[in-house]
């Protein structure tokens, strides 16, 4: 059998005498015990009984929450009784403070004598075994001198060893230097440190050179450099310091004209397997003039690597760049066979002119080599066609012109995207290719949106596809694409259906293989079947909004008219969907409907459209939000109500909440109580909705309340007769809300609460004196519960103890219980 709630059994006591008191503790022990342990309130009767009592069990529990309640933890050590000493007291440091283990030995100084002190398990016996100083410094103060001495000399020692520590400050330090392990980087602070790792043939890892002020020695390393040359590498480390003089780079170009310089250079393009570590060694060595540029065109190679190298913007690079291509001339022959030979060409760049040159006859009259379109999304090149077009950038602009009709499309895009070709050449590029030519442009998700508006107007449907694949459009961006209108004055114009631009195969392929929800939304604003058909029959994104469910009707009839909608609504298998039941929602499929009958009835298409538009404005306007907020914002999700406004915002577009119509429609039809919770969280709710959320939530807080759609809520009131109550932690936590915002009165919950074992406990809480005066409402419902009691169980100890056996189980109010108990006596 359950026992009471310990709340309980303390109002029980509450509300008996000193003789009722003294006749139920032996009654209800089991339940006493329970009540003392705990951290419920201790009636003054009660605690006077079982301090007078000295009964070993109830005082025992008295002291396992004595640490709760100050005033009982004196209280029990006042006593002085040596039985509950060791428990007062605390075997662990941290159990008791040491001013509530000076209370125990100040009660002990009454009772010093009883020999339970100095019992085996006594507190005393204990103590004097104890080295703790937290448990014996109190201990100073006890009436028992063998022990008071016992902890003065625990104290004392330990005192002595605290005084004889030397400092922290004060221990050996040790001073060995940590083994040295190889990494892969290196910081040397001298210069005799960097030559040494300059030096080290075993070490392939990365220098750092230091970057205080006058921390190098140049003439030294300079020294070094004459008397045994770094390694073309190492070099590299120097040359990219800003203090790096000019003889350590000019020294190993130019050494004793024997070409030690152009083959360590063409060494390092050759160790370097990108180009890039390449190409961080020369840009600076022809920057600051220790490479000369005509040198390095002449001897260095491999070209393809030279070429791709070169610092851009530069002068000197540029003039003999433009010597090098005015052999070549502005024939594609020559310029084609430049091309076949970059790959695996050794030789330097004046060399891979002149071998393309001789070759020249072998590529009269042939197109690009082995021609790829542009690649998605596109990266800058560092091979051939990189190094090809290093070339072309110094060609003249006629020559650029002939060759731009030539190239392949991987070149093209190249061209367009890396090397930033002027608007002239661009403009030629275009008129002799066509705008499809652009698509290469619209290469990645990093697309400037400034790159987007200016490639849109071209109305090019491989232009369209990728944007539409590879760049992040906005909605109405892709919604304009996929409905193939054409852009006209900065606007996607209204185009009529035989001008509209078709959609490329990719792009078809692309949204029907995609899991977007934003690419696939947008087939409903594009008017063709096999897009909505794609959309409806996607498992990967769903149409929420009646709104887009109509658009997408009206869109399909303007383009191809009714017979087009009418086959969609009649459509029974959607390729992707395995549910036979049509993905458009009823309300959908009868406005379409009835659009068509109208249309047969009038013989005028217009007719059946104008209803369909007009149920498209009705569905995305004010009064159409409304409602999707109250579908779909009163889930059991927390969130529900903010995941509603951004799928509206998402399929429809923004728009404020629709304050006037949610107000109006609870006015009609009552909002859902999770509903009226989540509005009133959001900014500009209407005081009238703010005010019902309140009682809305009161509502949701009681875990048998199950709110349903479109029903007049109950008040509380009529929730206490009806729904059973809970006891939560003592109390009752929607009890104490509903009185608080004065939905129910002290007396009805006496007389209708259930069960009773919750109304008690909240009673209990409820009618506890307290720091202020306590209302009339609390004293007549106190008079109203005496009396109860009195009536039905007088001052009859049993009839108490069988209530309280009772309630635990009991399902009807506290004047039932009382009722019962009383009629069982009787």
């Known amino acids: ?69 100050g005033y009982v933890f004196g209280r029990l050590a006042a006593l002085g009784d040596p039985a509950l000493a060791t428990s007062l007291y605390g075997a662990r440091e941290w159990e008791r403070t040491p001013a509530q283990r000076s209370a125990v030995w100040e009660g002990a100084a009454a009772t010093a004598d009883d020999p339970g002190w100095r019992a085996a398990d006594g507190l005393l016996t204990k ?74 043939k075993s070490f392939f890892g990365e220098i750092d050179l230091p970057t205080a002020p006058d921390a190098l020695d140049w003439g030294e390393l300079a020294a070094e450099h004459r008397a045994d040359p770094f390694y073309v590498g190492r070099l590299r480390i120097l040359w990219t310091h800003p203090g790096c003089p000019e003889e350590l780079t000019l020294s190993a170009f130019e050494k004793t004209g024997d070409g030690a310089g152009p083959s360590m250079l063409t060494t390092a393009a050759l160790e370097s ?61 020559p310029w084609r066979a430049v091309y076949a030979l ?198 990967r994104a769903k149409i929420h909004t009646p709104a887009l469910e109509i658009l997408m009707l009206v869109r399909l009839w303007e383009r191809h008219g009714p017979d087009e909608v009418r086959e969609l609504l009649d459509e029974t298998d959607f390729p992707g969907r395995k549910q036979s039941k049509h993905p458009l929602s009823q309300k959908t499929l009868a406005a379409g409907r009835t659009a068509l009958d109208a249309a047969a009835e009038a013989e005028a298409e217009l007719d059946g459209l104008a209803l369909l538009r007009a149920a498209f404005e009705t569905a995305a306007g004010p009064a159409g939000r409304a409602d999707f907020l109250c579908d779909k914002g009163a889930g059991i999700e927390r969130d529900d109500l903010q995941k509603a406004i951004d799928l509206f915002e998402e399929e429809i577009g923004p728009g404020p909440v629709p304050w006037a119509e949610l107000e109006a429609g609870h006015g009609v039809k009552p909002l859902h109580d999770r509903l009226l919770v989540r509005l009133a969280e959001l900014d500009g709710c209407p005081p009238a909705l703010t005010a019902e959320s309140a009682d809305a939530g009161l509502r949701l807080s009681h875990p048998e309340y199950r709110p349903r759609r479109g029903v007049q809520p109950p008040t509380a009131s009529e929730m206490l007769k009806k729904l059973p109550l809970q006891v939560d932690n003592g109390g009752c936590r929607w009890l104490e809300r509903a009185h608080h915002l004065g939905q129910v009165t002290l007396p009805e919950v006496v007389l209708t609460g259930f069960p009773a074992q919750a109304t008690v406990a909240f009673l209990t809480r409820a009618l506890a004196p307290g720091d202020s005066p306590a209302t009339e409402e609390i004293r007549e419902t106190r008079r109203a519960v005496a009396a109860l009691a009195a009536e039905h169980l007088a001052d009859n100890p049993e009839g108490w103890a069988l209530a309280l056996r009772l309630i635990p189980d009991f399902e009807g109010t506290l004047p039932d219980l009382l009722l019962a108990s009383g009629a069982v006596l009787s």
């Open 1 to 69: 059998m359950r026992l009471a709630d310990h709340h309980v059994v303390s109002a029980a006591y509450a509300l008996a005498d000193q003789a009722l008191t003294r006749a139920l503790i032996p009654r209800i022990r089991e339940e006493t015990v329970e009540l003392l342990r705990s951290a419920a309130p201790l009636p003054q009767l009660l605690l006077e009984e079982v301090l007078a009592s000295r009964d070993p069990e109830l005082c025992a529990a008295l002291v396992s929450s004595a640490v709760h309640r």
């Open 127 to 200: 103590l004097m075994s104890s080295m703790k100083p937290e448990l014996l410094e109190p201990a100073l103060l006890a009436p028992f001198p063998e022990l008071a001495a016992h902890a003065r000399s625990v104290l004392d020692d330990r005192a002595k060893r605290v005084s004889t520590r030397p400092p922290v400050n004060a221990r050996p330090v040790n001073n060995t230097p940590p083994k040295t392990h190889p990494t892969w980087r290196r910081r040397p602070r001298t210069t005799k440190e960097l030559v040494g790792d300059l030096r080290d």
């Open 273 to 333: 397997a990108d180009g890039e570590a390449f190409a961080r060694l020369l840009r600076p060595g022809i920057s600051s003039g220790a490479f000369p540029v005509d040198r390095v065109l002449r001897e260095v190679g491999p070209a393809r690597k030279v070429l791709c190298s070169l610092p851009d913007n530069h002068a000197g690079v540029r003039a003999a760049l433009v010597a090098q291509v005015a052999r070549l001339g502005s024939d594609f022959a």
């Open 342 to 539: 970059l790959p695996r060409f050794s030789g330097t760049v004046t060399e891979l002119v002149d071998a393309a040159l001789a070759e020249t006859p072998k590529h009269r009259g042939k197109t690009w080599p082995k021609p790829v379109g542009p690649e998605f999304p596109s990266r800058p090149q560092s091979g051939g066609r990189a190094a090809w077009l290093r070339l072309y950038d110094a060609a003249d602009h006629p020559t650029r012109c002939v060759l731009g009709e030539h190239m392949d499309g991987r070149a093209i895009q190249q061209l367009l995207l890396w090397h930033r070709p002027s608007p002239e050449l661009r403009a030629h590029i275009v008129q002799s290719r066509g705008p499809s030519v652009l698509a290469g442009i619209a290469s990645d998700w990093q697309t400037a949106p400034e790159v987007i508006e200016e490639l849109i107007p071209y109305n090019d449907s491989e232009v369209n596809a990728a944007l539409f694949l590879n760049t992040d459009l906005t909605t109405a961006q892709r919604r304009h694409i996929l409905s193939g209108r054409r852009w006209q004055d900065g606007v996607s114009a209204d185009t009529p259906a035989a001008d509209r631009l078709p959609l490329a195969e990719p792009l078809m392929d692309g949204v029907r293989e995609s899991a977007r929800r934003p690419w696939l939304l947008a087939c409903a604003d594009s008017g063709d079947p096999l897009l909505c058909r794609i959309l409806l029959g996607t498992s």
